[in-house]
């Protein structure tokens, strides 16, 4: 257990709609990542927030936004969602924000999305 | 910017035997490396990581990795293959970056 949560496990939705995914990162951790793994593009990095500012951006779709809040815990939202848009998102959380310096990144179980 | 190859999208092999998954990468820096595993149905977990101290690494669970800059390469070794190391294995790369994780490489272990 990476002291990562993530809900919901699973989310089954029709194309079009608009889902949110939640991640708690581990407690003392001010840095939280988003990441897509599909067949098609691998695992590809979306969006990374430090101390509820966002601080680095990826490959992540103008339909996608993320925030963190005040708490630490850090939401993403897909709208207009499209089958393609079908993956496993994982949420990671690290002490650090910077990538200069190496902080590890643990990672929480993941939300698989289906789009229908 | 960075990039990862991993040669080999299913490697097999059989109990006791030795392990050895590729990895290949391409930075304009001098790069953080990184092996993480994935069991079904789970989260990825950090095996080792390469930031610029000892070029051989040693990981969790029996893995080691050794770093060639004059190759870029960084493969993954296991003197001994287990049941258990069969799961999907990525390498990724840092290059004061985020991560960029390869296609991964899905070890198969065989009784």
């Known amino acids: 257990d990476s002291g990562v949560t993530q809900t919901p496990k699973h989310l089954i939705t029709a194309t079009g709609q608009r889902v949110t995914l939640r991640c708690s990162p581990r407690?003392?951790?001010?840095?939280v990542y988003w990441y897509q793994q599909s067949l098609d593009q691998g695992l590809q990095f979306l969006i990374q927030?430090?101390?509820?500012?966002?601080?680095a951006k990826g490959n992540i779709l103008e339909r996608f936004s993320a925030q963190q809040f005040p708490d630490l815990h850090s939401e993403l939202n897909l709208s207009s969602l499209e089958l393609g848009d079908s993956a496993l998102y994982f949420c990671?959380?690290?002490?650090?924000?910077?990538?200069?310096?190496?902080?590890?990144?643990?990672f929480g179980p993941g939300t698989r999305l289906t789009v229908l | 910017a960075q990039s990862v190859t991993q040669l080999g999208s299913h490697v097999s092999v059989s109990e006791g035997a030795l392990v050895l998954l590729r990895c290949n990468y391409s930075?304009?820096?001098?790069?953080?490396l990184f092996w993480y595993v994935q069991y079904p149905n789970q989260g990825l977990q950090l095996l080792l990581k390469?930031?610029?101290?000892?070029?051989l690494v040693k990981g969790i669970n029996g893995f080691e990795a050794e770093f060639k800059k004059s190759e870029t390469s960084f493969h993954l070794t296991k003197p001994s293959a287990h049941m258990s190391d069969a799961a999907e294995y990525f390498c990724?790369?840092?290059?004061?970056?985020?991560?960029?994780f390869g296609k991964g490489t899905r070890l198969s272990v065989i009784a």
């Open positions: 390469y930031t610029s101290a000892a070029t």
């Open positions: 407690s003392g951790d001010l840095s």
């Open positions: 930075s304009s820096v001098p790069p953080y």
């Open positions: 927030y430090y101390n509820g500012e966002e601080r």
């Open positions: 990671a959380s690290s002490v650090g924000g910077n990538f200069v310096t190496y902080n590890e990144q643990f």
């Open positions: 990724a790369v840092s290059a004061r970056t985020p991560l960029v």
